[in-house]
């Protein structure tokens, strides 16, 4: 069956350090992958998109991953700020969009001064 | 531009009732999408409507329904809700099919 995994724990980072999410998926053969921020009774926020051909994304201090062959994407924050605490979603389209998008559940990130 | 708007932002409502979610999309995007959020399950796709057409639909039951008018403007019903329907309800809106997801600020139901 299709799965997308992220870490359900939440991932502590010290202020300052490199944070790393990962999100892990089987059985999808992804077009492409989004990352999404979202704050407590908010709606998530587009960060991030990179496609099934790109390898790397940049956007100031976010980067993105993306390796199809190990059926994953990574998602860092340098310089992390205690305001980057949120939760953070990967989502999936595959089927060139017609299935449309499907969310993992989501990192919980806490940068602590 | 102005944002998605979902209306209302909460909604009490008991057993066997029904319900009806409204979103307003940014100006000029096609695609609505509707998802179901909670804290056991995540962020879960309900369907999507592209210029007043279902182009896809989630795993969820026939109780759940939408509609997309020709403004583009969503409306996402819920008949004989059930205790487990709590949950927050979220409307994106896309340029095109299954595009960059612009979220609304979400409807928190809560069904007793």
């Known amino acids: 069956s299709q799965k997308i995994e992220q870490n359900s724990e939440a991932l502590n980072i010290q202020e300052g350090k490199t944070a790393t999410l990962t999100c892990n998926y089987t059985?999808?053969?992804?077009?492409?992958l989004q990352w999404y921020r979202q704050d407590p009774g908010r709606g998530p926020v587009f960060l991030l998109l990179?496609?099934?051909?790109?390898k790397e994304k940049r956007k100031e201090r976010l980067k993105v991953t993306f390796d199809t062959t190990l059926k994953q994407s990574l998602f860092h924050i340098t310089a992390s700020q205690p305001a980057d605490s949120a939760t953070y979603l990967c989502?999936?389209?595959?089927?060139?969009?017609?299935?449309?998008?499907?969310f993992g559940k989501g990192t919980h990130l806490i940068i602590q001064p | 531009k102005a944002g998605v708007t979902q209306t209302p932002r909460y909604l009490i409502k008991t057993r066997g009732q029904q319900v009806t979610l409204s979103c307003s999309p940014i100006?000029?995007?096609?695609?609505v999408s509707w998802y179901q959020q909670t804290p056991g399950q995540g962020l879960q796709f309900l369907f999507e409507?592209?210029?007043?057409?279902?182009?896809n639909k989630g795993n969820f039951p026939g109780r759940f329904s939408g509609r997309q008018f020709s403004n583009s403007r969503s409306e996402m019903n819920v008949s004989t809700l059930e205790l487990g329907d709590s949950a927050l309800y979220l409307c994106?809106?896309?340029?095109?099919?299954?595009?960059?997801?612009?979220f609304g600020p979400g409807t928190r139901l809560l069904v007793l």
């Open positions: 994106a809106s896309s340029l095109g099919r299954s595009g960059t997801q612009y």
């Open positions: 059985n999808y053969s992804p077009a492409y």
């Open positions: 990179i496609r099934e051909n790109e």
């Open positions: 989502a999936l389209v595959s089927g060139g969009g017609a299935d449309g998008l499907t």
């Open positions: 100006s000029g995007h096609r695609s």
């Open positions: 409507y592209f210029s007043e057409t279902q182009r």
